[in-house]
């Protein structure tokens, strides 16, 4: 570790990508720590397939496979090696004893991703007080690397204590501050939201990595910062997706989700995720070329549910179909999701088909309704053409009669009784 501000993965020698070993207890999970550490910019120059059969409580690990991380850290010439799974602040400091590197669990892994990713004043607050938090518990192994006194009295305290007290306090007001400031930004957020109670509004869900915001750009016409890397979206971005549409609809694109997702990492951005609560569809996006997609979906409904969401509306799409080749690979694709529509965000014939399948969902909750505003009604008259589809209008003696589709909670929001079909009237 290399203080506060630093970074928590170790430098490379000589200005080159540093290296790491990485110690898992699952394929597809080693997999998926080589994807994080490369959009980190380190290199897994190995990895070591551990069973275990207990845990230690000292280093996790047991006295064999330490041994063998060591070799394999003096082999390669990695700085540091991972553990990917989450590690206690003694574990990290009793492993690092042993194998003479610096250590990283997978927490750490991916909040330096999230550090380094983080663009708006809002994803770095939330990054930062994860990271501290993160660190709190972990200062007194920060600063193992000064020399202290054992013994003595009050003024035979070691470099590494007095700054250790100093870090501690300073700590403990940085994340009192950020915590009141995350609190200000969820005030603002929920303005924002409450602005835009009069709009439809679509989330796109998902694993990271699974083009949720490609779709997103492609969908809206819009230049949200797509990579093929993890984590590269930390804040929500709302764009026009119908301008025409009555009333008008958004759509919300937000941090994909990773299995494993640190609680401490889900407690920060509980800000950006309330965003969620408030779609009237999800648009649950899957990487369909992934060999671990039905993996990946089991871990984006389990957050979901976490979030309470098991109620709202969705969609789900299985993306990148264009990178799945051979027929016994796309008979695989429709076992995962039956029903999920299959398409890739770079091709507009499939984008478009989204789209329909959006805007059907939505008309699909719309009623038929026929009504009278009187002319003195002018704020309710202009309220129904921006919250419904008008088919049909008439002038009458009392009003304004309007055939119109429109979702009946907006009905009743607005209080519309169903006029009496007149006689001859024309439908």
């Not at 630093?6 to 990485?22: E, F, Q, T």
């Not at 990695?78 to 004893?97: G, H, M």
């Not at 403990?172 to 501050?177: G, P, Q, T, W």
């Not at 999920?340 to 965000?345: D, E, L, N, T």
């Amino acid at each position: 570790m290399f203080g506060l501000e630093g970074s928590l993965i170790p430098p490379g020698k000589d200005g080159a990508r540093a290296k790491a070993v990485v110690a898992g207890f699952d394929p597809d999970s080693i997999a998926e720590m080589q994807r994080l550490l490369d959009t980190s910019d380190v290199d897994m120059v190995e990895s070591q397939l551990l069973v275990l059969k207990k845990v230690s409580p000292g280093t996790y690990l047991g006295l064999g496979k330490v041994q063998a991380l060591e070799e394999a850290l003096v082999r390669t010439g990695a700085e540091f090696a991972v553990i990917d799974t989450d590690l206690s602040p003694n574990q990290v400091r009793n492993l690092e004893k042993a194998v003479k590197k610096p250590v990283l669990d997978r927490y750490g892994v991916i909040l330096e991703i999230f550090h380094r990713h983080g663009r708006t004043k809002e994803a770095k607050t939330q990054v930062e007080l994860a990271r501290l938090l993160y660190l709190q518990s972990r200062l007194t192994h920060l600063w193992t690397h000064f020399g202290r006194q054992g013994a003595g009295g009050k003024g035979n305290r070691g470099m590494g204590e007095k700054q250790l007290e100093v870090d501690r306090r300073i700590l403990a007001r940085r994340v009192a501050l950020l915590k009141k400031r995350l609190t200000e930004i969820q005030k603002e957020r929920g303005i924002r939201r409450a602005a835009r109670r009069d709009v439809l509004k679509v989330a796109l869900v998902g694993y990271t990595n699974a083009g949720k915001s490609t779709l997103l750009n492609a969908l809206t016409k819009s230049h949200v910062v797509a990579e093929d890397k993890l984590f590269v979206t930390l804040d929500p971005s709302v764009r026009m997706l119908d301008p025409f549409c009555h009333p008008p609809l958004v759509a919300i694109d937000t941090v994909g989700f990773i299995r494993n997702l640190p609680h401490g990492l889900v407690a920060s951005f509980r800000a950006t995720l309330e965003e969620l609560n408030d779609a009237d569809l999800l648009l649950h996006v899957v990487d369909g070329s992934s060999k671990t997609a039905r993996d990946e979906m089991t871990v984006t409904e389990e957050i979901l549910k976490d979030l309470e969401l098991d109620d709202t509306p969705r969609i789900v799409v299985l993306n990148k179909s264009d990178l799945v080749d051979g027929a016994g690979a796309k008979n695989q694709l429709r076992l995962i999701s039956p029903g999920a529509i299959r398409i890739s965000a770079l091709n507009p014939g499939d984008v478009d088909k989204v789209r329909d399948l959006v805007m059907e969902h939505f008309r699909g909750r719309m009623e038929i309704w026929e009504v009278v505003i009187p002319y003195a009604e002018g704020k309710l008259e202009s309220q129904i053409q921006a919250h419904g589809q008008i088919e049909a209008v008439k002038y009458l003696e009392k009003g304004i009669f309007y055939r119109l589709r429109i979702d009946q909670i907006w009905a009743k929001k607005l209080g519309l009784d169903r006029f009496p079909p007149a006689k001859g009237m024309v439908r």
